[in-house]
């Protein structure tokens, strides 16, 4: 697979101001600190994969409130600085973000710091990575990578693997049912030739981390209109809510693969095998 063997680096860069991408968390932070308290049970049988994605549970139910009181923390902290540390945001950045909460809302600080924290971090990151996304590009450098992750021998009970006769190896180790549904159709498939689950150390770097896309295709010459294609699967989209950091990362795989790529090649997040076929077709 061309696009695999490809192992020249790139570098990603963003451009923009200090405080006005964060007008969002300004918006975000002013609504009340919340929680969710879920109830589910386990079925009566589970497979391995479903255990590990989460499907062996059964949700029963959602209910979510807003915090009105909690025992207060003794413990002091360095608000700005801890936000500057967790968000690398400026001192000067975090304090002018914090300066617009309204003091209903700041006052929550004092009834559960903590919690007030973690929250007011992940906006903050969540609306950082929405901007970088917007303003980064990707640019190749000299650099290059080795191509051993395709190699390196790995230890893996066989038998919660599936036996596959077009991955690059025998067997293929899913992380959930999803993905296992997948294989089993992509295996099947009279128009793929060969695919690989990538491994865990095949990373795109982006501004919030690295990535780490599912799957390598490689499709019949002639039959669909993208040869190659590199995967990412994921449950029913139409109602998942992807985490920010997620998404983002996903926006940043699809500016890094159509920097290194041609019409040949494609990369987009799939439901199923019959939606990567659309896309292919």
């Not at 680096?9 to 975000?28: Q, V």
């Not at 973000?97 to 903590?114: D, K, M, W, Y």
């Not at 924290?117 to 290059?144: C, F, G, S």
Request: net charge neutral; glycine share 6%.
């Amino acid at each position: 697979m061309p696009d695999l063997r490809r192992n020249h680096g790139l570098t990603g860069s963003h451009r923009f101001g200090d405080l006005a991408p964060y007008e969002n968390a300004l918006f975000l932070l002013h609504h009340s600190l919340q929680y969710t308290v879920t109830e589910g049970e386990q079925k009566d049988e589970g497979s391995y994969d479903e255990i590990r994605s989460g499907d062996a549970f059964r949700l029963r139910s959602n209910v979510t409130s807003h915090l009105t009181s909690t025992a207060r923390s003794a413990v002091k902290y360095d608000l700005v600085g801890k936000l500057a540390e967790t968000t690398q945001l400026t001192r000067k950045t975090v304090a002018a973000i914090l300066s617009g909460i309204s003091p209903a809302v700041f006052a929550q600080f004092r009834t559960n710091p903590e919690d007030f924290l973690l929250q007011a971090a992940r906006i903050m990151n969540e609306q950082k990575a929405t901007v970088i996304v917007e303003h980064l590009t990707y640019n190749p450098t000299d650099d290059t990578h080795s191509l051993d992750i395709f190699t390196q021998a790995k230890k893996e009970d066989l038998s919660k693997g599936f036996k596959a006769n077009r991955h690059i190896y025998d067997y293929v180790f899913t992380d959930s049912g999803v993905e296992r549904t997948f294989v089993g159709e992509l295996d099947a498939s009279a128009e793929v030739v060969v695919y690989a689950k990538l491994p865990r150390t095949f990373l795109i770097p982006t501004p919030v981390g690295n990535y780490n896309p599912d799957w390598a295709i490689a499709f019949q010459q002639g039959k669909v209109k993208h040869v190659y294609f590199i995967a990412e699967t994921k449950g029913d989209i139409s109602t998942m809510q992807l985490r920010k950091i997620e998404d983002s990362k996903i926006e940043c795989a699809r500016k890094f693969f159509a920097k290194i790529t041609s019409d040949q090649v494609r990369y987009d997040v799939v439901t199923n095998y019959g939606k990567l076929m659309e896309l292919v077709k």
